[in-house]
């Protein structure tokens, strides 16, 4: 671990030594043994510096004294750790970690001016890194789901069990915080993955509902989203806003006005709404955009014009002028006609919502159009029934390797691999068989069987049978209070268990943040199993409190027993690795 | 109107073992003779149940397997039946005479063999399946229009008394996947030898009952209670079921019975060793992944495994003892 560069910086309001190394960051205070903060370039994923004159820095650390000196060793370490940064982030996308020890080599802690960034080998990367950083204003690591601290939050959140676990076991310090995320970080990552889906469109009609406050007044919180959406479904409002406002009227009087009017009355979303005249005053300005009640034969906004071909019929209406037939005017959406306004804005509204849906792929078109069949018109009318009843071709097996199969069989077949049969004359076995069968006229004649043996036989169907319907008719009865400790008993050797095998078998891929060196593998190891001596006295504590809650001890002992013979393997395995000191690496075979 | 029901017998013809069975230094003795007396009894008393239920036997025997008889195909007179006996039910006599005869026939056309090959129990349960579509047939349809509705409730008994065959493992659990699309229960009943896994699951998968007999000298007492009654009529008739089911399975390249092993993740085809190349999809597994699976794999199961394409072990297959029933 060669150091990089020093320098001299605060922490937390305490001075200590901030170095830089090829592997980590990390910050001794003063006169102590062990570095206080101690990072791994892997987990810094985002830098955060204020402007030059603050002196401010992720994690906090304040350069300090002397003051010119400490602005360019501040400036140094910036830029490694954008370098560290950028790679961190190129790994993450292509996978390749680049070592920044060039970069590092180029740049010299003991410059005085600004301009060693120019040698560093990866010129773009470093001033969008900074850019990027510069501009999230929380040091969270918000590029590193795994890491972050919202989401462990948000999946503990939605995972209750989980919740108690990690109460259980990293509050009371067994385990650690990334300990316990390492194996689930596919949690993490699904829970990324569905916050940064973006919602669509609201489907209900933008109908802002007032709430009654004490004292008779109504409120109606304005947010600019709700007024967004107003413009959108009511183009009326916008017009009056363009035209009102910041003219004659201001904004907050301009809204309060709104809902106090007939037109804000007549866009609600409820019919009854409609007669509610009577309350609501006139109102100079936003009555003149009062529209008659859209409740005529036609409605007032014509549907579009994209009717299919197959169906519209209006594309044959100049051959029908005279003997065809009338529009069907009598086609109205409700029975009522009060009811009609409100179920055409409905209609209105569905159509542009779908219409946005769509047209977000980034063409406005509906269809695709394929070379030779456009719109798909050959494929609609190729109906199933003008075509004639074939049988359905099966799917031909294709089997990868049937040579390996085949042989593996016939190999197997010729090899005696069962457990060797006692040698039996096969010809006077056959015979034998032919000769029982001569008489079996006779024998069946005479059939009977005794007594007794069908009288056990049917005592013990019986109580097969019984047993199972006894099972199926008990109810569980632990009473709630075991079973949680039973339950929790039982998460928190599972998590021991996890971690144990984890550490004790080789790592599959690169882990980050897990313990990389064999001791501290051992180490690891070593802990669990320290903690997983102590599960047979909790089973033992768990049933004694069953006893005495007048339980059954039998049955809260069968029902840890599984636990506790995953224990007692995972023990005695620890304590043959411990005996054979020379077989520790995992290659050994055991007899 | 309870469905009528149809019964597909599977007897194991097996020699040698019929022989074993019949010494007497087992603890209940039971000779092939009486056997079948036995099983003719259980068919008589299946189709004395009821007049529309249907019977088709088969045999397995050492290399072959083949349709003893068939209720389907038993109508017309043959020059071959029993001449008519006063003292017997005909149809009972029928059925009896034509298996006994069919037994006694493949039993002769096997006299040359000097070595006993693996008795081709799959192949009677395969044949067994596709009878099942006999009545279903392209020609006739189910259900006519002034015709009583009458659906059949198949069901397929298998009386096995060799132990198991680890080669069989693939068209055995290919023909438990056809049989529960079928719908058809699989019952066993373990005669003599020792616990067979494959049928134990059969049993299992597709909801039948598997006794494994331990009065062998009350077999027909064990099959009228637990195998006569159809399945339509097992939620009200209760029958005794195994609960310990041996869920092993048999390892794809060696078709040795395993434990534990390798499951390729996108067929789940099983191993028993680590392989580059999964011999079913042609998936290849990194070579990292195989490195370090081998070197942890002395007696102990590892724990982990990567997903896109690794093999991994399965997840904890319980072992015999393990029982489901509280006792």
Not at chain 1, 170 to 190: K, S
Not at chain 1, 257 to 275: C, D, E, G, V, W
Not at chain 2, 206 to 230: E, H, K, N, V, W
Request: hydrophobic share 35%; with cysteine.
């Amino acid at each position: 671990m060669s150091t990089v560069c020093t320098a001299r910086a605060s922490y937390k309001k305490s001075q200590g030594l901030l170095e830089l190394t090829s592997t980590h960051l990390q910050w001794t205070q003063d006169r102590k043994e062990l570095p206080a903060v101690h990072v791994a370039h892997t987990e810094v994923s985002s830098l955060f510096s204020s402007k030059e004159g603050a002196a401010q820095q992720w994690p906090q650390f304040h350069f300090h004294f002397p003051p010119p000196l400490a602005l360019t060793e501040r400036e140094t370490f910036k830029a490694q750790l954008t370098t560290i940064i950028s790679n961190n982030r190129a790994v993450r996308e292509t996978g390749v970690l680049q070592p920044p020890q060039t970069s590092i080599q180029a740049a010299t802690p003991s410059s005085n001016d600004t301009t060693h960034r120019a040698p560093l080998p990866t010129p773009s990367r470093p001033s969008t890194s900074r850019a990027e950083s510069v501009s999230s204003n929380q040091g969270t690591p918000a590029n590193d789901p795994i890491n972050d601290f919202h989401l462990r939050k948000k999946v503990l959140v939605k995972t209750p069990e989980l919740a108690v676990l990690h109460r259980e076991l990293v509050r009371t310090g067994h385990i650690t915080e990334t300990e316990f995320w390492e194996g689930r970080e596919h949690l993490l990552l699904a829970q990324a993955a569905s916050d940064s889906q973006k919602k669509g469109r609201p489907g209900q009609l933008v109908d802002p509902r007032p709430q009654a406050v004490e004292g008779g007044e109504v409120k109606i919180v304005i947010t600019p989203q709700l007024v967004h959406d107003i413009f959108d479904e009511y183009p009326v409002v916008a017009k009056a806003y363009d035209e009102n406002v910041p003219g004659k009227l201001s904004e907050a009087e301009f809204w309060k006005r709104y809902f106090q009017s007939k037109l804000f009355h007549s866009h609600r979303a409820s019919i009854r709404s409609t007669a509610t005249q009577h309350v609501v005053k006139d109102d100079t300005i936003f009555d003149k955009y009062l529209e008659k009640p859209d409740d005529e034969l036609e409605p007032r906004k014509p549907r579009d014009d994209d009717v299919d071909m197959f169906i519209d019929l209006e594309a044959t209406r100049e051959d029908h002028e005279e003997t065809g037939n009338e529009n069907d005017v009598t086609m109205q959406a409700g029975k009522q006609r009060g009811a009609l306004p409100l179920i055409r804005k409905f209609n209105e509204h569905s159509e542009r919502l779908l219409k946005s849906a769509i047209s977000t792929d980034g063409t406005g078109k509906r269809r695709k159009v394929d070379t030779g069949d456009s719109h798909g018109y050959y494929s609609q009318i190729d109906l199933a029934d003008l075509h004639n009843l074939e049988s359905p071709a099966g799917i031909l097996l294709e089997m990868q390797d049937r040579q390996r199969y085949f042989e593996a069989r016939a190999g197997a077949a010729a090899s005696v691999e069962q457990a060797p049969r006692p040698a039996v004359d096969f010809p006077a076995a056959l015979l034998q068989m032919r000769r029982d069968l001569e008489g079996w006229q006779v024998h069946l004649a005479q059939l009977k069987t005794e007594r007794k043996a069908t009288e056990a036989a049917l005592v013990s169907m019986t109580q097969n049978v019984a047993t199972r319907l006894d099972v199926h008719k008990r109810k569980a009865d632990i009473p709630e209070e075991i079973f949680r400790q039973m339950r929790t008993c039982q998460m928190a050797a599972n998590e021991f268990l996890r971690q144990f095998w984890s550490v004790i078998y080789p790592p599959i891929g690169e882990t980050v943040g897990g313990p990389s060196t064999l001791a501290q593998r051992t180490a690891k190891a070593a802990r669990m199993a320290g903690y997983l001596t102590k599960t047979p006295e909790k089973v033992m504590a768990i049933v004694n409190a069953a006893e005495t809650a007048g339980l059954d001890r039998g049955r809260v002992q069968t029902g840890m027993q599984p636990t506790l013979d995953a224990v007692n393997k995972a023990l005695e395995f620890w304590e043959t690795r411990k005996a054979a000191p020379g077989s520790g690496a995992p290659g050994a075979r055991r007899p | 109107m309870n469905p009528s029901s149809h019964l597909s017998l599977i007897i194991d013809l097996s020699p040698s073992q019929w022989h074993l069975s019949a010494q007497s230094n087992n603890s209940y003795p039971l000779s092939f003779q009486t056997f079948l007396s036995h099983v003719l009894t259980f068919v008589n008393s299946h189709l004395a149940f009821k007049h529309e239920n249907t019977l088709a036997v088969f045999g397995a025997l050492p290399g072959r397997s083949m349709m003893l008889y068939s209720s389907l195909d038993a109508t017309s007179a043959n020059s071959n039946d029993p001449p008519a006996d006063a003292n017997s039910y005909r149809p009972f006599k029928l059925v009896n005479s034509v298996v006994a005869n069919n037994i006694q026939k493949e039993l002769d056309a096997i006299e040359r063999l000097t070595e006993e090959p693996p008795v081709a129990l799959v192949g009677a349960l395969t044949k067994a399946l596709c009878c099942k579509y006999q009545p279903f047939g392209p020609s006739t349809t189910r259900k006519r229009g002034n015709e009583a509705t009458t659906s059949v409730d198949p069901r397929i008994l298998i009386l096995s008394v060799s132990p198991d065959l680890s080669a069989s493992y693939i068209p055995v659990m290919n023909s438990i996947f056809s049989a529960q699309k079928l719908k058809v229960t699989i019952d066993v009943c373990k005669v003599f030898g020792e616990e067979t896994v494959f049928l134990q699951q059969a049993a299992h998968l597709t909801g039948g009952s598997y006794i494994y007999l331990g009065r062998r000298d009350a077999f027909l007492q064990y099959l009228t209670m637990s195998f006569l009654p159809p399945p339509s009529m097992r939620h009200i008739i209760a029958v005794p079921q195994q609960d310990k089911v041996d869920f092993r399975a048999a390892c794809f390249c060696h078709k040795n019975i395993v434990d534990i092993g390798f499951v390729c993740s996108v067929c789940l085809s099983i191993f028993c060793s680590p392989v580059p190349v999964c011999s079913t999809c042609r998936t290849k597994f990194p070579m990292k992944t195989l490195q370090h699976l081998n070197a942890s794999r002395p007696s102990i199961p590892p724990a982990n495994g990567v997903s896109n394409g690794a093999p991994r072990p399965p997840s904890a297959r319980p072992n015999p003892g393990m029982s489901a029933s509280l006792r």
